[in-house]
């Protein structure tokens, strides 16, 4: 029996090679194959009997890896040699000086920067997924395939994350898409990136995951017809032209429309983007490819009234990772809006391929991207790397998703920054002494501050002095991660002198007025005063922008308990503290086991106030080191960065609560404003469901109201039996409860 498994996995793993030479030789690059099979011979020997989790030969794992590489970014033979053998050195006894002897130089380079990625030794504060996200950046700032086939690798460990247990798919999936996803975007490779986002969402989600994909696919002949009645004409027009075009439909991924309905608290019906056509053309001859692109836009609106806020120039000003489309939203004959893209085949590919595109396609020094740019962002940050590796790895995500605004230079040159820059950001993106020296600027020819924020379209002219020296205050007013990272570089000596004297002046404050700073009360502290870390908090204080007595007075003062912390206290009422012995027994339990089951009965948890979820929503743990564990949403922003930093302190969660405990929901309510609306709302939620409102806020304006009502329930059920019946109201057009609501319960 086993004989005939292996010859089935021996014909198995013969194919899959098989469709990996395929690909090479439908590619564009020097043909090498003698060079791929000798990795591919060198790497099944090694990991030969090795099996994965699945029961499959591991070997299958490096040639997928090394098919994405080839088919999907466009990599040659170096790069698909380096992906066959990427877990060799880590999992054999093979050493990077044998694959250089065998290899050569370059390929046992990337395989060693692979290596490091996996293994190393960590700092003592930082994570190890954070500290390897630093080494991930090290390598990619020396070799950009590094990075391209990490990506690779993942994907393939997304795709067949479902033979892991529980909280192993929760940790991978949330670093994916906290790092990978994001990084993946930025580098252009965007089906990769909403393939590691759906499958993300798909492990973290599982149930909303298959209800967006059931809708989906019950919509499936309305998006075709829906395909049909714009397609047909626009085909029609573009054969007049005698062009040389495919063009094919765009359906929004599950992920995608989660997002939005997340976003917009709205339902999957009110989410009318799901459905783009995509047009991509072979330029003809002697016919600059943007001119033909605005001749298509000019045909398409010709059959198709445009949105007029809705058209996309990215041809002009490519986007900062060497996107480049014309996009326009037209109306068509049956009152659907529906976007079209207009791409070139040499833009669809950098669309699909990215960075491997963007290279491709580059003609000389000149030809300088804003990928360009950003890649040597990343090298000036990995100069001065910050000696927390989360905090560099939060001012590294600064450079990932942001949305992006044009600006020009004096002479009329284009410059991209993210959203929310000011003329100090400008200033150091250009360069780092302008940054120091900036006093302020001319936008349009007008004066305005080094804090001014930038918006589309302004002229910026920089004024120096080199009477100007760099204040502290200036983290204050830059978003960029160069800015940040330079300006901290330069305060690094005298922001540790006022850490290390706020860090003094806390302990001896506490400790003289009896506090006991646990790390439960740490949190509450910096939530109070919106800091990041503890510092953060230090370096305050010994600036003397807090004081202990602000402290005591905003987090330890009887009077400023909130109603939350009063209603748990009811709730757990009459029962005794367990001592430290039963929280760490708690703790051991859990850490061999990693499940907690939340019932009215355990005390060694307790609800983000950040997320405030309930029975009913999907959850996560995280183990404090005090062995109390918080529980968030998974969909948390705050979890799914602890997910990819913290991952090791990850618990699997589940509610069992018998509807004995109470937590806070909001619903947002809206409708048309009659006399006695209010009235009947409360008279749903306080009478007929006994729930009890904690607050009330209505506004009105033209015969319309939106209500925010802050209630006590205890799990989904009751908001949904909620939702159903006020919805009933004639005078109600909308019922959603609105998720991660940060306002505070007072």
């Known amino acids: 029996m086993d004989e005939d498994k292996d010859a089935q996995y021996e014909l198995l793993i013969q194919q899959e090679y098989d469709a990996l030479i395929n690909d090479y030789l439908n590619s564009c690059h020097r043909k090498n194959v003698e060079k791929i099979d000798k990795a591919f011979q060198f790497a099944k020997q090694a990991h030969s009997g090795v099996k994965r989790r699945s029961g499959e030969p591991y070997i299958l794992h490096p040639i997928a890896v090394a098919r994405i590489v080839a088919k999907d970014i466009g990599l040659g033979s170096t790069s698909i040699c380096a992906s066959l053998l990427h877990d060799v050195v880590e999992d054999t006894d093979t050493t990077v000086e044998d694959i250089e002897n065998i290899f050569g130089h370059k390929i046992a380079q990337i395989v060693d920067g692979l290596t ?373 570089g330069i305060f690094k000596r005298q922001y540790k002198i006022y850490e290390n004297r706020g860090s003094k002046i806390f302990k001896e404050e506490m400790e003289r007025r009896g506090i006991v700073v646990t790390k439960t009360v740490m949190d509450n502290i910096l939530q109070a005063f919106h800091l990041k870390d503890e510092e953060d908090l230090y370096y305050k204080i010994g600036r003397e922008a807090i004081s202990c007595d602000d402290i005591q007075k905003e987090v330890f003062k009887d009077s400023s308990q909130n109603v939350l912390v009063k209603y748990w206290k009811l709730q757990f009422g009459g029962k005794k503290k367990k001592e430290k012995s039963d929280n760490l027994s708690n703790s051991s339990k859990l850490k061999k086991n990693k499940i907690l089951t939340i019932t009215e009965d355990e005390t060694n948890y307790r609800i983000a106030s950040c997320c405030s979820p309930i029975p009913g929503d999907e959850v996560v743990g995280f183990m404090e080191d005090d062995g109390v564990v918080v529980v968030h949403k998974r969909n948390c922003p705050n979890a799914i960065k602890l997910k990819a930093s913290s991952g090791d302190k990850l618990v699997e969660a589940d509610w069992e609560t018998h509807k004995m405990l109470s937590f806070p929901a909001v619903l947002d309510i809206k409708g048309f404003d009659r006399v006695g609306v209010l009235i009947q709302i409360a008279k749903i939620i306080s009478e007929e469901y006994n729930v009890n409102m904690h607050k009330v806020n209505i506004d009105t304006k033209d015969g319309l109201f939106e209500a925010k009502i802050h209630i006590y329930v205890h799990d989904i059920e009751d908001i949904n039996n909620l939702c159903m019946n006020l919805i009933k109201l004639d005078c109600v057009t909308s019922v959603v409860r609105v998720e991660n609501d940060n306002e505070e319960l007072s």
């Open 116 to 488: 490091k990625i996996s293994g190393g030794v960590f700092g003592e504060k930082a994570s190890k997924q954070a500290e390897n996200f630093r080494k991930l950046l090290l390598t990619m700032s020396e070799d950009i395939r590094v990075i391209l086939i990490k990506i690779a690798d993942r994907l393939h460990n997304m795709r067949t994350l479902g033979s892991m247990p529980l909280a192993k798919q929760i940790k991978i999936a949330g670093e994916t898409e906290y790092i990978y996803a994001p990084l993946a975007h930025r580098l252009g490779l965007f089906p990769i990136k909403i393939e590691l986002e759906n499958l993300s969402f798909k492990f973290e989600h599982p149930e909303t995951y298959k209800e967006i994909e059931a809708r989906l696919e019950e919509q499936a002949p309305f998006l075709n017809s829906l395909f049909e009645d714009f397609s047909v004409p626009i085909k029609e027009s573009l054969d007049k032209m005698g062009l040389d075009y495919t063009i094919t439909s765009r359906v929004k991924s599950a992920y995608s429309i989660w997002k939005k309905m997340q976003k917009k608290n709205i339902p999957f019906e009110e989410v009318f983007d799901i459905l783009a056509l995509r047009i991509v053309f072979t330029p003809k001859p002697d016919t600059d490819e943007r001119e033909q692109c605005w001749l298509i836009y000019s045909a398409i609106t010709k059959l198709f009234k445009p949105h007029p806020d809705r058209t996309r120039d990215w041809l002009s000003t490519p986007k900062s990772n060497g996107y480049e489309a014309l996009h326009v939203t037209i109306m068509g004959h049956s009152g659907q809006w529906m976007e079209v893209q207009i791409r070139s085949d040499r833009m669809n590919e950098i669309a699909e391929k990215g960075f491997a595109a963007h290279w491709k396609y580059k003609t000389g020094e000149q030809d300088e991207s804003e990928l360009d740019r950003w890649m040597k962002t990343i090298k000036e940050l990995l100069k001065n790397p910050e000696t927390n590796a989360i905090e560099f790895m939060d001012t590294f995500k600064l450079s990932l998703f942001a949305s992006e605004i044009f600006v020009f230079t004096p002479k009329g040159e284009i410059w991209t920054l993210p959203q929310g820059s000011t003329v100090l950001d400008y200033a150091f993106s250009i360069h780092t002494q302008l940054g120091l020296h900036c006093i302020g600027a001319k936008i349009n020819h007008k004066l305005e501050p080094l804090t001014y924020v930038l918006k589309s379209g302004d002229q910026v002219e920089i004024l120096t002095s080199n009477k100007q020296q760099p204040q502290q205050d200036w983290i204050n007013y830059v978003v960029t991660a160069k800015a940040q990272s330079k300006i901290k």
